[in-house]
């Protein structure tokens, strides 16, 4: 899985939670969504779609490195 699909996948098994992108990596390792020793650069990966997802209005950024799914797409 791509990083930014593991980001959005995370952000979606929890709505309404705001996540550190520290805690969606630790999450994302943990389901198996990404596995840094096939992926190269996967956290860089991670924390720039986080960015970029954000800066589109596909999740929400609530505070510094924290993330959320946005209101519209929780449903």
């Known amino acids: ?3 930014a699909e593991a980001a959005r996948e995370v952000l ?3 709505p309404g ?15 198996g969504y990404i596995d ?7 956290r ?3 924390i720039a779609a986080l960015a970029a997802a954000a800066k589109d209005g596909e999740i929400e950024k609530t505070s510094k ?3 959320r799914v946005t209101r519209a797409s929780q449903g």
């Open 17 to 31: 939670a705001d996540l550190h992108w520290t805690v969606i990596w630790d999450r994302a390792l943990k389901a």
């Open 65 to 67: 490195g924290t993330y």
């Open 36 to 42: 840094p020793f096939t992926q190269a650069d996967a």
């Open 1 to 3: 899985m791509e990083p």
């Open 44 to 46: 860089d990966g991670l």
């Open 12 to 14: 979606e098994e929890d």
